[in-house]
């Protein structure tokens, strides 16, 4: 299985800009990058995804390396309710798989 | 309401015993997934099914099977049970089954074997 590499934890203050970054350097070329985020006794949420370029929604950005081994997770300004296990998990096409690794866990200061 | 929803929340049930847990997709969305997560695990891929059709398995012990059914919702199926399986376990739905659609997951249902 591709895997993805994540730092165990960050910490951010509220209402500033957090990167979260992740490494995925045996991605291939049709392989999906996918972030999820948990809070505690809650299921995984969904927060975003992307093939090659960059993607934006209502809830973050994501940055994808030109040569795609690597992303970043771009919330703009942190709030409370951002501090979550973040998850960066590749949808590799020749297995139909979503595989979870141990993701970030964000700490938010107020 | 993420519009999985998985019943039931919460299930008690002692060794040996079997349980069935259930879970309905989001409207129009034709894959279902199911996940374990134990304290000691994380998130365990179990199994995929796409339009009634198994598409994709992970680490699914034999003694736990699933199937999608024509309406769409899922069910798993866990029999012998051990402690060891004392877990949440969470179901998710997509739109295709392709990377390209993210997925919903429901609120998960907690089992404790006792």
């Known amino acids: 299985d591709a895997k993805t590499t994540q730092p165990n934890s960050m910490e951010s203050n509220e209402e500033e800009p957090v990167h979260l970054p992740c490494n995925h350097s045996?991605?291939?070329?049709?392989?999906?990058i996918h972030w999820y985020r948990q809070l505690p006794s809650q299921g995984p949420e969904y927060v975003i995804h992307g093939l090659t370029s960059n993607v934006n929604n209502r809830m973050a950005s994501l940055a994808i390396a030109e040569d795609r081994k690597s992303s970043t997770l771009i919330l703009h300004r942190a709030t409370l309710r951002d501090a979550a296990v973040y998850y960066c998990i590749l949808w590799m096409d020749s297995s139909y798989k979503l595989i979870f690794g141990s993701g970030t866990r964000l700490l938010v200061r107020p | 309401d993420s519009g999985v929803t998985q019943t039931p929340k919460h299930l008690i049930t002692a060794t040996g015993q079997r349980v069935t847990l259930r879970c309905s997709p989001r409207?129009?969305?034709?894959?279902v997934y199911w996940y374990q997560q134990s304290l000691d695990q994380g998130l365990q891929f179990l199994i995929q099914y796409y339009n009634g059709e198994e598409r994709a398995k992970g680490n699914i012990l034999e003694r736990f099977s699933a199937q999608q059914f024509p309406d769409l919702h899922s069910e798993l199926n866990l029999s012998s049970l051990e402690l060891g399986d004392s877990a949440l376990y969470f179901c998710?739905?997509?739109?295709?089954?392709?990377?390209?659609?993210?997925?919903?997951f429901g609120s998960g249902t907690r089992l404790t074997v006792v």
């Open positions: 045996t991605i291939s070329g049709t392989d999906y």
């Open positions: 409207s129009g969305d034709l894959s």
């Open positions: 998710a739905s997509s739109a295709s089954g392709q990377g390209n659609y993210g997925y919903t």
